[in-house]
């Protein structure tokens, strides 16, 4: 007799890179690294010590080895997510502890590194920055890796998985979504992680599907039983029904020739039902993605993110060169179009703590963005080097963040000028059309931005940041995330008259929060006389498609009459039926 068909079921998590993946589950539950506590005597300390630190060897040659082969499938971005590993394996916080651990207690190493590891990961989990927080999976990931070391035990290997298989796992560390990469699956599943954590970086920018937060479902789902990981829901589906996989299996292949039809239509400009052209830019977060950039037709890059330059370099600073190398391919990479580089915005992160030795209360209204450039020239000097001397190669345009008066332009174009003459003096070559403006995403400049249009020669409205500030809202924050609303009248004012103000001094305007990827948005930012936006690559042909379908004349009445309601739940309503 036939097995009976088990009944469907769908886990629930929180979506973190998007995309659909069909195939058999391999079950992975976490480590059974039975540790036990043992004494030694004075005369096997020093043994202990040396067994110890024989594992550390072993572990750092394997991070090491693990950081080489990543760094030619990933690029040295993500692969500095080992280096940081490394790091840990000659940190006197974390090795001397265990040592210490060792010579105080008399206790075997084993027993020293789980006792450390477990101390010290309760700490970062208990911290309320969640950047923080999630370096609890780099000490996991570094102690697990010198228990096996020391127990004498293998690594979990995922390169031996077949091709195309979902990974379902309680947790995967950064080193084995490489490996899962490496080897071919078509998406992961895990109980634990976060939008924020290197797992979930690594899978995005793999263009893997995958899902965390899924509860119990590592527990419920046995190897070979046939999933569907939907990374756009959030969903895992086990045992799905002949409707359901058929659904599905229709998504992808409608997905695949969306992907085809887009690359067919790079060449041609976006364009409305009336004729009006809008510019799709590319937010950059890695130069790995300019493939993409070409590839969806983007129209040059319109925000790179420049903190990520940091995953390749920390626990130092970048140099000048290293600055200079990346924007130039950026540069490269966007032309014949603009690649506009943002300058550090650190204010929050461990980062700026370490290097900046920066100890704020609330980091995210402290010393960030434009104010810890001009707080800190010294080193902002080596990152607008760089910027200059890859200006030289074409269309590159610099913007500063957080900017929220006047001086604080005038201050960034004077220091802008100084290096450029001075780079110019050294003979390292000029730039050709170097531009300076700024993010507006703090109120205060939506709210002059009619005089910081008359210095700036380009804006780049950020709405994530400028909804929060606005609002007063985390929208991280579940008890206040239903008052994070883009279609708050204020913030609608805010753009419109940001706008205006470019417009009246005839300067580039473009929007770059995630408002600029959501195709139920366009028909407002169009209404409010936006036409050039900055998105994800992948998320260009939505909005090249839905662009087809509006008049801009008819937007720009809805949106007029918008500007003049009381509530989200109004304008929700009035432009109900703008994107048919």
């Not at 080489?68 to 997510?81: D, H, M």
Request: proline fraction near 5%; include cysteine.
């Amino acid at each position: 007799m036939s097995e009976p068909r088990r009944p469907m079921r769908v886990f629930s998590g929180i979506a973190v890179s998007g995309g659909v993946a069909i195939g058999r589950a391999v079950s992975i539950l976490g480590p059974s690294l039975e540790i036990v506590r043992f004494p030694i005597g004075d005369e096997g300390v020093a043994a202990e010590l040396e067994r110890f630190r024989e594992a550390v060897g072993e572990t750092a040659r394997a991070i090491e080895g693990t950081r080489e082969r990543s760094g030619e499938f990933l690029g040295a971005e993500l692969a500095a997510i080992f280096g940081a590993h490394a790091l840990l394996l000659v940190d006197p916080s974390f090795v001397g502890v265990i040592e210490q651990r060792i010579r105080k207690e008399r206790v075997n190493a084993e027993w020293a590194v789980h006792q450390v590891c477990q101390d010290l990961r309760g700490r970062f989990e208990r911290l309320e920055d969640p950047y923080l927080r999630e370096r609890a999976h780099d000490i996991e990931d570094v102690g697990r890796q010198l228990l096996q070391h020391l127990l004498g035990g293998g690594h979990r290997d995922l390169s031996d998985l077949p091709r195309g298989v979902v990974v379902v796992a309680d947790d995967l560390t950064p080193s084995e979504a490489i490996r899962l990469g490496r080897a071919g699956a078509s998406g992961f599943a895990v109980a634990s992680g976060s939008l924020t954590s290197h797992t979930s970086i690594i899978a995005r920018s793999l263009h893997l599907p995958a899902v965390c937060g899924l509860a119990h479902a590592p527990e419920l789902v046995t190897t070979d039983d046939p999933v569907i990981l939907d990374g756009e829901a959030g969903n895992l589906i086990v045992h799905p029904t002949r409707e359901v996989l058929a659904s599905y299996g229709e998504r992808q292949r409608e997905e695949l020739a969306r992907e085809a039809a887009a690359a067919r239509a790079t060449a041609a400009p976006a364009l409305c039902a009336d004729g009006t052209e809008i510019e799709l830019m590319a937010n950059v977060d890695l130069p790995e993605e300019i493939a993409d950039v070409v590839r969806f037709g983007a129209r040059g890059i319109g925000l790179y993110r420049s903190e990520f330059l940091f995953l390749e370099t920390e626990p130092r600073l970048p140099t000048e060169e290293e600055h200079y190398r990346l924007y130039r391919r950026l540069v490269e990479g966007a032309a014949p179009f603009p690649a506009v580089i943002r300058t550090y915005d650190l204010g929050g992160r461990k980062l700026a703590r370490e290097l900046m030795h920066l100890e704020e209360e609330n980091p995210v209204l402290g010393l960030r963005g434009i104010r810890l450039t001009l707080a800190r020239p010294e080193i902002f000097r080596t990152q607008l080097r760089g910027v200059i001397r890859a200006a030289a190669h074409g269309e590159l345009w610099v913007m500063a963040p957080m900017v929220s008066r006047v001086e604080e332009l005038r201050r960034f174009r004077a220091l802008v000028e100084e290096l450029s003459e001075e780079v110019e003096r050294e003979g390292a070559g000029a730039p050709r059309n170097l531009r300076i403006g700024i993010m507006i995403e703090v109120p205060a400049a939506a709210v002059i931005a009619e005089t910081l249009a008359r210095e700036a020669d380009f804006f780049s409205i950020g709405t994530n940041d400028l909804i929060q500030y606005t609002l007063a809202v985390d929208r991280n924050n579940r008890q206040v995330a239903d008052l994070y609303q883009p279609l708050h009248p204020a913030l609608l004012r805010m753009i419109r008259s940001t706008v205006l103000a470019a417009r009246a001094a005839a300067i580039p305007v473009s929007l770059c929060g995630e408002m600029a990827a959501d195709p139920r948005h366009l028909p407002l930012l169009l209404g409010l006389g936006l036409r050039r936006l900055s998105l994800n690559p992948r998320s260009i042909p939505a909005l090249r498609a839905a662009a087809g379908r509006l008049q801009v004349a008819d937007l720009e009445r809805r949106v007029a009459r918008c500007l003049e309601l009381g509530t989200a739940a109004e304008v929700e309503r009035e432009l109900a039926g703008a994107l048919l």
